[in-house]
């Protein structure tokens, strides 16, 4: 099978550049199959092979030591059901990616519009804005933790420009520590959004901007028709990875009310940790990292197929 | 090219007024690093005597140097490990169309989107038996494996677009395959290799849950374990704990400065593929 003759995989969409060459190519020029061993090895080791026995041991009652466990069948599912931190660790972890998916979005593609236009400072604020996302987020969390406290920055802020009727306790407040985490990672991760959409204008044709600006379009209308259907893939790009972060996101809520205040915040990473690591509950832990990856599936492929759709329409 | 009018100016005050919003909270965090604990005036209002006292403090008691050391062995091997294995993978995966290795192209993508908490978790089990526990090389290990698909998905995308003749004519002039990767190849995919470095660095240097559930308890953690930890230990002396954040930011940040034009380009490139 690794003799297979060389051919390149062409684009069926795309005329090929070139004729095809009609001499059949040496068996010889095709890489040996075993360049690919060692990767494949590491794959299988680190991901593979413990992700189908993570889904095993979903099914057991297994505690993370004790080598005697059993099979349990699906009552770790079942017990979900019943467990209100479960369904609200579900709930949250939903609204958190979408909330954030939203905002980090329409932030980022503002941020990228106004550092894509003729402002001076537009370099200069583009590295500037980017840098939050390289740094370590445990450490922006513990920033903000301390910025969002009962006396912390926030609240002086507002205290000295008169607005000291917004002060709040913002990771005390069980009905704002959610919001909170969010406003942290979209602080995070606005302007790595800004990055994509930015690569994506700068590939829109300017000559078409300037043509549609003679015809008398003007910036809104030049904005939903010309640069809207051109940012098709970086949007895609963008909302696929805000949403999967968003839903995997364990950091920041960590870092900032480690789940609380209650189980205010609790998302499914951080429930499964502590049920693994605080509770010993192994197995009904790995239960729920494996709800955590049906709906990381389900939502991919629903983005995928809906956002595909969606660029081939634009297009 | 259109005039500098004062639609312009306004757009450019308010995207200044946006970038200061962002910089608030590194304001915030320099200025009480600096601010001596027996200062207790408001967070936002300049610090009048700065001291650097504060960041010896950090420094001696976070075992800070130590953590730094483990960081950067850890994420310079697992990076290497996984350029160099996922480039030399993606050679037959492009360029092979046999069902095997379209086969294994896929089962590789898969684990895109496996969470790993999945993962993570069983195999915290095996190298416990092992014996690797709580040393750097099960974190090496972990994320060498662990950033494989993505690393394999950006080589194969890219070197599929790529012409195979050079490689054909280094064959059929006598190299041998791994010859033809080394001299041919590699260089080809220098581009992709800059910017599968950026992300897989940023990602490996940054990552928390995973060495946090491998090293605890361990003399040899990673700077983000050490932090949290610190942050435990010093619960409510801000001023230290902000002295510590300051210096496990600071590598990043000097690097991000003086690479940001690679760094961006990798970050838009490399995920726009």
Redesign the interface.
Known sequence: ??L?P????VDKDRPPVAAPDPRP??A??????W??????L??A????V??V???Y?AFTDWD?LDPDFSFVGLDNFAAMLDDPDAKQAVWHTLLIAVAITVVQNAVGLL?AL??N??????NL????????????????A???R??LGP???VN??F??VGLGGWRQDWLGDPELALWSVVGVTV?QY???SM??F???LQSVPKEIHEAASMDGAGPVRRFWSVTRPLLA??LT?NLM?SIIGG??L??QV??LTGGGPGHATDTI?TL??KD??TLGE?GY??AL??V??II??VV?AGQYAALSRNERAAS | ??R?GRR?LA??L???A??LF????VY??VN?AVRPTSDTS???SPTTSPTLDNFTQAWQQGALGGALANSLLVTVCSVV??L???S??A???????????RG?YL??LL?L??????????????MRDLGLLGTPWALV??Y???Q??FT?FLYVGFL?AL??DF??AA??DGCT?LQ??RYVVLPMLKPITVTALVLNT?AV??D??TPL?YL?GSAQQT??VA??GF?GQYVTD?NL??AA?VI??LP??LV??LL?RS??NG???G??G
């Open positions: 099978m690794a297979a060389h051919k390149r995989l190519r040496p010889r020029t095709a890489p040996p199959w360049f690919a061993l060692p990767a494949m590491l794959f080791f680190v991901v593979l413990p992700s026995r993570g889904v041991y993370g941020l106004g550092v236009s003729a402002i001076k400072s537009r604020l583009r590295v500037f804005l980017f840098a939050p996302a390289v740094i370590t987020p445990i450490v922006t513990y920033l903000w301390n910025l006396d912390g920055a002086s802020l205290g000295a602080w606005a302007g790595y990055v994509i930015l690569a994506g893939p970086a790009i990875l839903i995997k364990f950091d960590y870092a990473s499964i940790y693994a690591f192994f832990s790995i990292a494996v955590l990856t990381v599936a991919s | 090219m259109k500098y312009t757009l450019e308010a995207m200044i946006a970038a962002v910089g608030f909270p915030v965090l009480l408001s967070p936002i490990v996984v160099a294995v996922s030399l993978a050679y037959p995966l492009a360029r092979i169309t046999a069902r095997w290795s294994t089962t590789i684990g989107a496996l969470p790993f908490q999945l993962a993570s978790l069983p195999l915290y089990q095996t290990l972990f060498a494996g662990l494989v698909p394999v599929r012409p195979g490689e054909d064959l059929i395959p033809s990767f940023v240097w940054n928390f849950f559930l605890s700077l983000p932090i949290a942050v801000w704990i902000f954040l496990s930011i990043v940040l991000y400065f940001q760094i961006i970050f838009a490139g995920l726009k």
